[in-house]
């Protein structure tokens, strides 16, 4: 499986951006897809995830009524519109894919995911 995330950018306080993830490959084998963000000196954090086949949804508290998560199953594709954002969002954003949707505490855990894409860096300036 290969991901391919892109859409980041600069951006004002206040403004949004849309991100995307080009999955390719076995994505078959893939039940949830999910949004990571690391900052600079911090660890990699959990933003949101999506069931591949529910449509399922979950954010991190950060991010939740800002962030929606949604997919395109025909262009095997998953999008994070962000909206209001603050500086505090400046981040890299990686997306992420697993077999099975997670629940729980598997949510947050990088080793839930075992495909990732590149990266996309997001810059929120004040």
């Known amino acids: 499986v290969q991901l391919q995330a892109f859409g980041g950018g600069l951006v004002q306080a206040g403004g949004s951006l849309r991100l995307s993830c080009a999955a390719s490959g076995r994505t078959f084998t893939r039940d949830a897809m999910a949004w990571f963000r690391q900052a600079p000196g911090k660890e990699r954090e959990f933003v949101a995830v999506?069931?591949?086949?529910?449509?399922?949804?979950y954010y991190a508290d950060s991010v939740k009524g800002r962030f929606t998560i949604s997919r395109d199953i025909t262009k095997n594709t998953v999008y994070l519109q962000m909206n209001s954002l603050k500086p505090e969002d400046t981040a890299v954003y990686y997306c992420a894919t697993t077999r099975s949707y997670p629940y729980g505490s598997e949510r947050y855990s990088t080793w839930t995911y075992d495909y990732w894409g590149q990266g996309t860096q997001v810059t929120v300036s004040s």
């Open positions: 999506i069931g591949w086949s529910t449509g399922n949804t």
